[in-house]
T-cell receptor, first 115, second 113 residues
Framework: AQSVSQHNHHVILSEAASLELGCNYS??????LFWYVQYPGQHLQLLLK??????LVKGIKGFEAEFIKSKFSFNLRKPSVQWSDTAEYFC?????????????FGTGTRLQVTL | DGGITQSPKYLFRKEGQNVTLSCEQN?????MYWYRQDPGQGLRLIYY???????QKGDIAEGYSVSREKKESFPLTVTSAQKNPTAFYLC????????????FGDGTRLSIL
């Protein structure tokens, strides 16, 4: 069974600061990796995803993530955060079995961006 | 607009009562999922279904039941056997291919009176 660890539970940054949120997973096979974001009062939305190919994936709103297979990591980055990035961020993994399978989520990181 | 509709947005349950949460999608997705979200615990999978009339238990299925009689609908019943039902419940759907992302509804917040 797969599992996901997000080590940062609550991050507070000033506007324009750089962001990196950690995500590590455990699974012996090929995986699909996702970052979802939940803005206050809104539903969960997909930020970006990795299935194969270039390990550096770019998502919406200037976010990117790098898959490092040797470290079982998929960290989320943004060079310069904005106040509107205040939200909860979830890393998720699913086994790449070719059919829909269980998404396993991390416990989430609450990002607070101050003006 | 295609999407997932969950109702009601807020739900209150008395002790010993069963309650049913609705989830409807018009995305033509075969797979549907129910998650429970608790503070500091992320999302945990309750049940999922990849096809009509079939569903599987997730990680925390005890005290819950589901049905999948139609492709568009995947209602979740929180039974009286669920001892700690107060939570935020999220429904999702996806195509039946593991590299397709799940789309989420707005959620239902269940509280115990």
């Amino acid at each position: 069974a797969q599992s996901v660890s997000q080590h940062n539970h609550h991050v507070i940054l000033s506007e324009a600061a750089s962001l990196e949120l950690g995500c590590n997973y455990s699974y012996g096979g090929t995986v699909n990796l996702f970052w979802y974001v939940q803005y206050p009062g809104q539903h969960l939305q997909l930020l970006l995803k990795y299935f194969s190919g270039d390990p550096l994936v770019k998502g919406i709103k200037g976010f990117e993530a790098e898959f490092i297979k040797s470290k079982f990591s998929f960290n989320l980055r943004k060079p310069s955060v904005q106040w509107s990035d205040t939200a909860e961020y979830f890393c998720a993994v699913t086994a790449n079995t070719g059919t829909a399978s269980k998404l396993t989520f991390g416990t989430g990181t609450r990002l607070q961006v101050t003006l | 607009d295609g999407g997932i509709t969950q109702s009601p947005k807020y739900l209150f349950r008395k002790e010993g009562q069963n309650v049913t949460l609705s989830c409807e999608q018009n995305l033509n997705h075969d797979a549907m999922y129910w998650y429970r979200q608790d503070p500091g615990q992320g999302l945990r999978l309750i049940y999922y279904s990849q096809i009509v009339n079939d569903f599987q238990k997730g990680d925390i299925a005890e005290g819950y039941s589901v049905s999948r009689e139609k492709k568009e609908s995947f209602p979740l019943t929180v039974t009286s056997a669920q001892k700690n039902p107060t939570a935020f419940y999220l429904c999702a759907s996806s195509a039946v291919v593991s590299n397709q992302p799940q789309h989420f509804g707005d959620g239902t917040r269940l509280s115990i009176l």
